[in-house]
Nanobody, 123 residues
Framework: QLQASGGGVVQAGGSLRLSCATSGFSLDYNTIGWFRQAPGKEREAVSCFRRGGGTIYADSVKDRFTISRDNAENTVDLQMNSLKPDDTSTYYC???????????????????WGQGTLVTVSS
């Protein structure tokens, strides 16, 4: 199971930290991804933390967002800095299917979606 938290309302330029609490599996052997979906838009990948430690970022968030993993706490966090109104969305974390070290960070490769946490960035 996955549970996303940490969303809220922030002004443009501000920061938020999202957290994905996981249970039932070891982060050492699994990929966790952060995705977002705004109303009327398709779900898009934001960042993934691959099994083995590799990280992937969407071009739109590179140099602003940082994904991290805490194996002891079973959490995968997303630190979001320099937020923009375009970042407004519901953010979801999800569990990668299979055990590949190089899982592509696309929504079709993920399941067990958490309930989402809303991030609103005001201009």
């Amino acid at each position: 199971q996955l549970q996303a938290s940490g969303g809220g309302v922030v002004q443009a330029g501000g920061s938020l930290r999202l957290s994905c609490a996981t249970s039932g599996f070891s982060l050492d052997y699994n990929t966790i991804g952060w995705f977002r979906q705004a109303p009327g838009k398709e779900r898009e990948a934001v960042s993934c933390f691959r099994r083995g430690g590799g990280t992937i970022y969407a071009d739109s968030v590179k140099d602003r967002f940082t994904i991290s993993r805490d194996n002891a706490e079973n959490t995968v966090d997303l630190q979001m800095n320099s937020l923009k109104p375009d970042d407004t969305s519901t953010y979801y974390c999800a569990h990668g299917r299979g055990s590949s070290y190089y899982l592509s960070c696309t929504a079709s490769n993920f399941g067990s979606w958490g309930q989402g946490t809303l991030v609103t960035v005001s201009s």
